[in-house]
């Protein structure tokens, strides 16, 4: 492994590394620009599409799906490389920088509403997301790598996650509250077509901050744990392969990250069209969608303390049993009832923002995990699986969304919807993410890598590198 010819303590020199607040948050702020470039795509894409753009739900949802079938194909290759190659400005972090332009346009023109006719508005609605898709996994993967090229040290790799999924949070009050404010401000509304240009707008703005964030994240963070020049030339594509059958961990993340984010991307796109059409309140939107973020601001500085107290299963079971009876309160609640509804949002927000932010820490264990097994650091070969899994889970949250749309009658010409669509917008809302929770709260029971023994395999790797 790779260590840095500045004078470290014995500690440091087995790659425990104490990172600055300055570059806790400059890795952080990474993920706050990905959050303001791609999740504003996935929050809002399918509604746009479906009112402001003018597509049928059942085409977006395909257009959905059939991204992850490339991404299947593309994200390992991405990963492999990234392995494999170091560019000039660093093993990860130079990915960000060379990226980031090209990432923040292709957000901006999946928001443009071409006047190509029907279905050439349809071939260039597949060509920007696809391209957008393709480029995201260019800056998501490296990224992802980056935390685990920053330390091993467990402690500090919670406190990195923590500082990073606050600043997400912090992007998604951007995103969730925001960007609806924005539009509404400008167009008076965020449903129709002629608001288009508000859109337009509002994405160009989130755009260049986030593409300022990315660059500030580059300038400021530092890889010290990377392989070695000849390490990096015995990955082999097939390390891919070889992972996913070896790394039980590996397996069991990534089945956590399709069920997590499949649960926050199916509760986002539901989101507005439950407040827009169940309440028949467009403009409590915002509000009713930041508290998907709020209570993680408040939360998850505590994350590091109370993984300690409650271990990490401890703490994920508490936040999935949370979580469910908040998404329970949501179904079972009459739409009339506001403040209730809120306050079950709140709940649900509360257990599922923890969630949502302790897993990404999982990652690092399962890349050392794998080190361990094999004497290779495959740190974007690991991310590139699990940024194929992050990435199938989102795209249900259009997928789905789009088919339960079509299928229970969501005609988006009409201001009031029947009964069967504001039922099935309530299962998008609720009764399908309580499902899932169960489901993951299963998956969360098979993880077995303990902290102790991430420890041991450390030591024992630091050890194998110095002979």
């Keep these: 492994m790779k260590q840095t010819s500045q004078t470290i303590s014995p500690v440091e020199a087995k790659g425990f590394y104490k990172l600055s607040w300055l570059e806790r948050i400059a890795f952080g702020s990474g993920d706050l620009a990905q959050n303001l470039i791609y999740q504003t795509v996935t929050t809002y894409l399918l509604f746009f599409y479906t009112n402001v753009y003018g597509l049928n739900p059942a085409i977006a949802a395909t257009m959905f799906l059939g991204v992850r079938i490339i991404d299947a194909i593309w994200d390992p290759i991405v990963g492999a ?5 170091t560019t000039r400005f660093g093993k990860y972090r130079g990915w960000m920088l060379i990226m980031a332009a090209p990432l923040t346009v292709l957000m901006i023109a999946c928001f443009i509403v071409p006047d190509f ?11 920007t997301y696809v391209l957008l898709s393709v480029i995201y996994t260019t800056v998501n993967v490296p990224y992802g790598a980056l935390n685990a090229a920053l330390t091993r040290d467990q402690h500090e790799v919670t406190v990195l996650t923590t500082t990073r999924m606050w600043l997400v949070n912090v992007a998604q009050v951007a995103i969730t ?20 240009n508000a859109w337009l707008i509002a994405i160009v703005i989130y755009g260049i901050i986030g593409f300022g964030a990315l660059m500030f994240s580059f300038a400021k963070t530092k890889e010290r744990v990377v392989m070695s020049k000849e390490d990096q030339k015995k990955v082999k594509f097939s390390d891919l392969f070889t992972e996913v059958v070896r790394n039980r961990p590996l397996r069991i993340i990534s089945f956590m990250f399709i069920t997590a984010f499949a649960i926050m991307a199916i509760t986002n796109s539901a989101g507005t069209y439950f407040v827009t059409y169940n309440l028949g309140r467009e403009d409590l939107v915002g509000a009713f969608m930041v508290i998907s973020a709020l209570p993680a601001l408040v939360i998850l500085p505590f ?26 309160g949501l179904f ?22 923890v969630v949502g932010a302790f897993i990404w820490s999982l990652i690092p264990e399962a890349i050392t995990y794998g080190e361990w097994q094999s004497g290779k650091r495959i740190s974007g070969i690991a ?10 889970g989102l795209a249900l949250g259009g997928f789905v969304p789009g088919i339960v749309l079509s299928i229970t009658g969501f005609n988006a010409d009409i201001p009031v919807q029947d009964t069967s669509a504001l039922f099935g917008i309530k299962l998008l809302l609720a009764a399908l993410p309580a499902i899932l929770v169960v489901v993951l709260a299963l998956v969360v029971w098979r993880y077995n ?6 420890i041991e395999y450390s030591k024992e790797i630091e050890n194998r590198n110095k002979n």
């Design 81 to 85: 490389l990234i392995d494999k190659n």
């Design 117 to 127: 006719g029907e279905t050439g508005k349809v071939i260039y609605a597949c060509v």
């Design 177 to 196: 509250y925001g960007l609806p404010s924005i539009v509404i401000l400008m167009a008076g509304t965020m449903k129709s077509p002629e608001s288009s």
């Design 303 to 328: 994350m590091p303390l109370l993984r300690r107290k409650l271990g990490k299963k401890g703490l994920l079971y508490l936040s999935l049993a949370i979580s469910f009876i908040g998404f329970a």
């Design 332 to 353: 079972l609640i009459p739409a009339n009832n506001i403040v209730a509804i809120f306050g079950f949002q709140f709940i649900r927000s509360i257990g599922f923002g």
């Design 383 to 392: 991310n590139a699986l699990i940024g194929f899994f992050f990435k199938f």
């Design 449 to 454: 890598l303990t902290d102790n023994q991430l």
